[in-house]
């Protein structure tokens, strides 16, 4: 189950909205307990597949705040902004103004899970000064190392699956059901290796919707990264994160451990927990382990009360 919000609203953005929810104690966390950000992934995902993190709000005594970015779930949709619109800019704004909607920008922790690790090592790298800790979740530091790793477990695929894939891709027919169906078996070994329970089902099923955030940055699929992240890196500029670092990544993760690596090896401190029976998704894999790990790394980074 996912733990009811405790507030739900809209922060003005240039215009726009941006939707957040809270879980937690009602008007702040518990004393010394700083509030955690959860970022999600895409670009162009919404926050519903990593709603199990909420739990962390009874489990740590803090509030949990997840959010839409813009241009997906309850947030203002924008479908005819040009390429130019998302940028990797444009979101770091975005989340600097729901801190300091919320009033937390003097202390919070920091989650980002898959594209939303990728933005949380961005803000890291600027060193904002109220950021207690950052937990980066099956991230890669360059799209091309993503890439990299896409190829080789996509040769591992059967020989007819890789095939359709090809095909689609080069005849630019990657809407077809066709396409879809052999990307699924990609995505049931490296991106969700279990059932998929509902929040990660709506994800999905909003993406479809609108995917016009997801298809101008990232591409049609987690794999064929033609969008215009498709050469993003943060590999040379880790080494200004000054936060206590979580890494987490799943031993079948499409972000494999040569994607991942950078984060472990270049962001001083950091530690690097691999979920042995996970995919892209431990949250939701092994939900219990996960949230053990992540809260007890948030517990150890708290403010002194």
């Not at 990299?148 to 591992?156: F, I, K, P, V, Y």
Request: hydrophobic share 40%.
């Amino acid at each position: 189950m996912i733990a009811p919000a405790t507030a739900e609203g809209h922060a003005p953005f240039r215009g726009h909205r941006t939707w957040y929810r809270v879980t937690g104690p009602s008007g702040a966390s518990g004393p010394g307990k700083a509030p955690l950000v959860v970022l999600h992934g895409g670009p162009g995902c919404t926050h519903d597949y990593v709603l199990a993190f909420a739990d962390l709000a009874a489990a740590t005594g803090r509030q949990v705040i997840h959010y839409d970015q813009l241009g997906n779930g309850r947030s203002t949709h924008l479908p005819d902004a040009g390429a130019n619109f998302w940028t990797v800019e444009l979101f770091l704004d975005e989340l600097d103004n729901l801190l300091a909607h919320l009033g937390i920008a003097g202390g919070y922790h920091l989650l980002g899970q898959s594209w939303g690790g990728m933005l949380g090592a961005e803000h890291a790298v600027r060193r904002p000064a109220g950021l207690r800790s950052l937990v980066i979740a099956n991230s890669p530091a360059s799209m091309p190392l993503w890439l990299e790793a896409a190829a080789g477990l996509r040769a591992a695929l059967p020989v007819e699956v890789e095939a359709t894939l090809r095909e689609h891709e080069a005849a630019g027919t990657t809407d077809s059901d066709e396409y879809a169906k052999a990307m699924r078996v990609f995505y049931d070994r490296h991106v969700c290796r279990i059932p998929w329970p509902d929040e990660v089902a709506r994800t999905f099923a909003a993406i479809d919707e609108d995917p016009t955030v997801y298809h101008t940055m990232n591409g049609p699929s987690e794999f064929h990264v033609v969008g215009t992240l498709r050469d993003w890196t943060i590999v040379d500029r880790l080494d200004r994160i000054a936060s206590p670092t979580l890494v987490v990544s799943g031993r079948h993760d499409e972000a494999t451990p040569d994607a991942v690596r950078p984060y472990a090896d270049r962001i001083p401190g950091a530690r690097w927990q691999i979920f042995e029976d996970s995919s892209h998704m431990p949250h939701v894999e092994e939900r219990e382990a996960c949230m053990s790990a992540v809260g007890a790394f948030l517990d150890a980074h708290d403010p002194t009360p």
